[in-house]
C-alpha cells in the first residue's frame, strides 16, 4: 500500500495519492461498520467527503445497527432547498445504504424553537459518539465551529466566517446564501472516541500544515484536535502539501 503513516510524532496523518484517497478512507470506514456495526457516527456534508459517500455506496456494509447525525446545517433555507445539508447527506449517501430513517438526527434548522432543537441533538450526543467525521474549512472552522468558537460549546447557533458564506456559492448558485448554521460543537466533537479529519487539495493545504503544526487554539479550530488522543487525519498529496515556511 502507498499510504503513508505518520504517527511517531504526534497526529496519525495518513497522506494517500489522489486517485486512491476515497477507496482507502472508505475502506477503513467498512472495517469501523463492521467492527461495530451499532456505530454512532456525526457525518459532514461540503464537496470533500463526497467521493467517499460515492466509494461507500458501492461496498457491501450493513448500515442497518448504526445511527448518524448530521454535523451541521444553514439557517433559513427555503423548504426543499437542494443545497442544504441534510438533503445533501441523505441524496450523497443515506439514501443509498440501508440505514432506517429513525436512526438518523438531522439538525432542524428551521426549528421555532432553535434552543430546544440544540438541547434535543445534545442529548443526542450525551449517547456517546464513536466516530466524527470531519471536513476543515480553509480559516480551520470544524462543522460551523469558525474560528474564536470556545472549545466548550455545545450544539448552537453559529454566525458564519465570511469565507464560509463565500464557499456556500458551490452549493446555492445566484440563490441567496445563508450567514448562520446550527452546528455540533467542538465539544462534542473532541469528546468523540475517534475523529476522522478529511482534506483534499492544494487550497487546503496550508490549514493543514497550521492545524498540524500550528499551536492549538480557538482561532483556529481544527488545531484543537491535536489535544485528540485517537485522531486521524486523511489527507490526498496536495493537500499534505505546504510551501509556506512555518512559524
Ligand atoms: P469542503 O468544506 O469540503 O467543501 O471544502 C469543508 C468545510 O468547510 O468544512
Redesign the pocket.
Known amino acids: 500500500m502507498s499510504e503513508r503513516s505518520d504517527k511517531s510524532s504526534g497526529p496519525d496523518v495518513r497522506v494517500l495519492p489522489v486517485d486512491r484517497w476515497a477507496a482507502v478512507v472508505t475502506d477503513a470506514w467498512v472495517e469501523r461498520l463492521s467492527a461495530r456495526p451499532s456505530l454512532r457516527m456525526c457525518l ?1 456534508t ?4 463526497l467521493p467517499v459517500y460515492a466509494e461507500m455506496r458501492s461496498r457491501q456494509v450493513s448500515w442497518a445497527a448504526a445511527e448518524v447525525l448530521l454535523l451541521d446545517e444553514w439557517v433559513g433555507l427555503p423548504p426543499s432547498e437542494p443545497g442544504g445539508c441534510d438533503a445533501t447527506l441523505r441524496r450523497e449517501l443515506l439514501d443509498r445504504v440501508d440505514l432506517p430513517p429513525d436512526r438518523y438526527r438531522p439538525i432542524h434548522a428551521d426549528a421555532p424553537d432553535l434552543s430546544a432543537e440544540c438541547g434535543a441533538v445534545d442529548a443526542w450526543l450525551d449517547g456517546g459518539l464513536d466516530l466524527a467525521i ?4 480553509v480559516n480551520g ?3 460551523m465551529n469558525e474560528p474564536g468558537t470556545p472549545a466548550e460549546n455545545r450544539t448552537h447557533l453559529a454566525t458564519l466566517a465570511a469565507s ?1 458564506i463565500d ?1 456556500a456559492a ?1 452549493y446555492f448558485g445566484d440563490r441567496p446564501r445563508p450567514a448562520h448554521g446550527v452546528t455540533v460543537g467542538l465539544t462534542d466533537l473532541l469528546a468523540a472516541r475517534e475523529v476522522w479529519v478529511l482534506a483534499t487539495g492544494a487550497r ?1 493545504a496550508e490549514i493543514v500544515r497550521e492545524s498540524l503544526h500550528g499551536e492549538a487554539r480557538p482561532a483556529v479550530p481544527a488545531s484543537l484536535l491535536s489535544g485528540h488522543p485517537n485522531c486521524v487525519w486523511w489527507l490526498d498529496e496536495a493537500a499534505a502539501v505546504s510551501g509556506l515556511p512555518r512559524h
Not at 134 to 137: E, K, M
Open positions: 459532514p461540503g464537496s470533500t467527503p470531519l471536513g476543515v474549512g472552522h470544524l462543522g464560509t464557499s458551490a487546503k
